[in-house]
């Protein structure tokens, strides 16, 4: 019961603690459902108990949180159809749908007591986590990076990533070396685990070490074997896969499951549904290879075979040929020597005949051209005494000609027409041919045949 003191009314803290927990337990009767974001799992192995932190997250704020309890056989039966339905465990980070009631301790204070879990609420947010982590790397333009990857064509030094203690890492490894041509594929493991709350971050981690020496390897094998269904989840984690995705080097996949396949598969290089399969297309390339290794040392025996038969026939060839060409040119070279002498007689015999004929035309020509002289001189004379002769008549036309040109000059002479009763009159030193070179008063001078005088003009009568 509360005290007064100076007129107050005092509780304990044990009574508020208690009217609390009395106020909740009349108000929440039953069980109820919480849709929460478990923060921290807390779950403690030696007494199976867990105490979970439940939050609420709004534009990525926490907006509200409250602690949790799930006893032990609890925990067993959920993690236990957890399982059965979606594969997974509890984990952090994931969002639950939970059955709950209001707990208050006056020591611990206020929790939810978490009955139950809807594991089929839990798929459809782990299969939401999945598309949004498609939907992010697809927007990114990163989704098919690590494809356009070069695998080289023997890829015989592998990094891989595996729990040292996997069944699918032992099966992945003795498949690797069970090849009867033994061939020598290196690999380093990076152990991680694959499953569970610390998976994709481990994964992660031991891919950003590989990066670091990526020049050493390859190729990255990320390899799960065995477990069923269960912990995929970490390979649909946005983080990882995305690293998955921008990895400069092929990463290749062997996580053992039978349905869809997850983000991290998605986005490698290639994958493969069991470890062993992986394997297996890994010494396909090797085999590919092999054989066609063996195939072209088949076909080059099958060549140097050929060559060598080939290489015999044509040095019989040849034997053959240089037997038939000797035989050819000796009979050519008998046949040739007795056409020589055949047009060495006939030459002589030409040129005999010919010196006869040049001896006889030389005889016809010497007397045609005696007589062709005979001919030109006949007529190189007589043109001698025409030439003699046409000079002295020319001679005599011509001075005959000048002799009437000079009678005619003179009758022209201008003191014979002066003497012939013309006169001349100037003025100014000119030679006047009319009146209208004349104004009254000019001064003329006039040559006479015999004498000239000077005269003034008193008037002057134009013509018309």
Not at 116 to 131: A, Q, T, Y
Not at 328 to 345: H, I, R, T, V
Not at 398 to 409: K, P
Not at 437 to 464: D, W, Y
Request: contains cysteine.
């Amino acid at each position: 019961m509360p005290e007064i003191v100076d007129n107050k009314q005092i509780f304990t803290l044990r009574e508020v603690a208690e009217s609390i927990r009395r106020t909740l337990a009349q108000r929440y009767t039953s069980l109820f459902w919480v849709k929460a974001e478990m923060n921290k799992l807390n779950h403690y192995g030696h007494s199976g108990h867990c105490y979970p932190d439940l939050v609420q997250k709004e534009a990525g704020k926490v907006v509200a949180q409250m602690r949790a309890i799930i006893w032990a056989a609890d925990f067993k039966r959920i993690e236990s159809a957890m399982q059965r339905v979606t594969g997974e465990t509890l984990r952090e980070g994931s969002g639950l749908l939970l059955q709950v009631a209001i707990q208050f301790d006056p020591n611990h204070g206020l929790s939810l007591l978490i009955k139950d879990i809807d594991p089929v609420f839990s798929l459809g947010e782990l299969e939401k986590e999945k598309n949004e982590s498609i939907q992010r790397l697809m927007s990114q333009g990163v989704f098919h990076l690590n494809k356009q990857q070069p695998m080289p064509l023997l890829p015989k030094r592998l990094a891989v990533i595996s729990v040292e203690s996997s069944k699918g890492y032992a099966d992945f490894m003795l498949l690797l070396g069970s090849s009867k041509k033994g061939y020598n594929i290196e690999h380093m493991l990076f152990p991680s685990l694959l499953q569970g709350q610390k998976a994709a971050r481990q994964i992660e981690n031991q891919l950003l070490r590989i990066k670091k020496v990526a020049h050493h390897f390859d190729a990255v094998a990320i390899i799960r074997g065995g477990g069923g269904e269960i912990g995929l989840a970490a390979f649909n984690d946005y983080q990882l896969a995305h690293t998955v995705c921008a990895f400069p080097i092929p990463v290749i996949t062997g996580i053992g499951h039978a349905t869809n396949l997850t983000v991290t598969e998605m986005v490698a290089h290639t994958n493969a549904i069991t470890p062993s399969e992986l394997a297996g297309i890994i010494l396909a390339r090797f085999d590919a290879f092999s054989q066609s290794l063996e195939e072209a040392g088949s076909a080059l025996a099958n060549a140097a075979k050929l060559l060598s038969v080939n290489k015999e026939y044509i040095k019989y060839q040849q034997l053959k040929l240089q037997s038939i060409a000797t035989f050819q040119f000796q009979a050519s070279q008998k046949l040739l020597l007795g056409e020589a002498g055949k047009l060495s007689q006939a030459a002589f015999a030409g040129l005999q005949h010919a010196t006869r004929k040049l001896g006889e035309t030389t005889l016809q020509q010497r007397f045609l051209v005696h007589e062709q002289l005979k001919k030109e001189k006949i007529k190189l004379d007589g043109f001698l005494l025409l030439m003699q002769r046409k000079p002295l008549t020319a001679v005599a036309e011509n001075t005959s000609r000048l002799e009437s040109l000079e009678r005619m000059v003179g009758m022209l002479n201008p003191e014979k027409v002066l003497k012939r009763g013309y006169s001349i009159s100037y003025h100014d030193g000119k030679v006047l041919f009319g009146t209208e070179q004349l104004s009254e008063g000019a001064v003329v001078s006039t040559k006479l045949g015999r004498g000239s005088f000077m005269s003034k003009v008193i008037k002057k009568e134009n013509e018309n």
